[in-house]
């Protein structure tokens, strides 16, 4: 592996090279900057030599072709076809020829040649015009899509136009409720304090758990109840006045409906007096 040293010294000689005599260009003299510049002049001198290696064969060739050129002009010499025994026909039709095989970058000018290569051209041009007709086919589908995806956009921009509308109208009323429901959030918090609050002082204060509230309305509809019950036995009580004069069971039949209709009278008197205190 080349030292740090060698590597500059290499740059330093392509340098100059480049620069051809011209003063080279300041450069910093660091580690980096000598690699960067050594992989490159590496690089440009491998690109010079497959360069001078591809004009050598390319002389080789065009000394081949000028030879075989030489044979052939002398081929057609001995037999009396020379450039200029050849009318104006003749030469047009020869430059025709030689065109067509430069075009067609024949390797020679035989008849078997023109042929493979007018059918890889006329093949070619099938299969242009078969992509040509895919890709016709395919940017017919891409601006159906993109006629479909700009209906699609116009659309979205309505309704966002119209949602910014509505957010505009609507933003005041939206935020007085939000303020109204974290008031009410806020006071939810304090009745639940306040709640548990009075619940544990009821706790201290040994208050009797027949005195809360669902149970005083329980009392409440038993009392009802029990208000039912004394009307229908009054109604019954009044019934007895039309009994027959049989004295003596009227009037059993009466005290016994006097005693309930007391007890029941003493009950409910009972019954308000715990829901007063």
């Given amino acids: 592996m080349a030292s740090l040293q060698d590597k500059h010294r290499k740059v330093r000689y392509w340098l100059e090279q480049m620069f051809e005599g011209e003063t080279v ?19 440009n001198e491998a690109v010079n030599k497959d360069t001078r290696l591809l004009l050598e064969d390319l002389g080789q060739k065009a000394e081949e072709y000028n030879a075989e050129a030489r044979r052939l002009s002398r081929t057609l010499r001995s037999v009396g076809l020379t450039p200029e025994s050849l009318t104006k026909t003749g030469t047009t039709a020869l430059s025709t020829l030689v065109g067509t095989a430069q075009t067609l970058e024949l390797k020679n000018t035989l008849t078997t040649s023109y042929l493979l290569a007018m059918k890889d051209i006329s093949q070619t041009a ?58 009410l959030q806020n006071k939810a918090a304090e009745y639940r304090n306040s709640l548990r609050q009075l619940r544990g002082q009821l706790e201290d204060s040994g208050v009797d758990s027949s005195l809360y509230h669902h149970k005083l309305v329980n009392q409440a509809e038993e009392l009802d109840k029990k208000r039912e019950k004394i009307a229908d036995l009054k109604a019954q009580l009044d019934s007895y006045h039309s009994l027959p004069p049989d004295i003596s069971l009227a009037r059993v039949k009466i005290e016994e409906a006097k005693r309930e209709l007391a007890g029941l009278e003493e009950e409910i008197n009972r019954k308000l007096e715990m829901m007063t205190l």
Avoid: W
């Fill in 126 to 183: 099938l299969d242009v015009e078969d992509s040509r007709r895919e890709e016709q086919h395919l940017s017919k589908e891409l601006l159906r899509k993109t006629t479909t995806a700009m209906a699609h956009l116009n659309a979205i921009q309505r309704d966002e136009e119209s949602l910014d509308q509505r957010e505009k109208m609507n933003g005041p009323d939206l935020e007085k409720k939000a303020q109204t429901a974290v008031f």
């Fill in 25 to 43: 260009p300041q450069y910093e003299v660091n580690e980096t900057t000598i690699t960067v510049l050594y992989d490159l002049a590496c690089k």
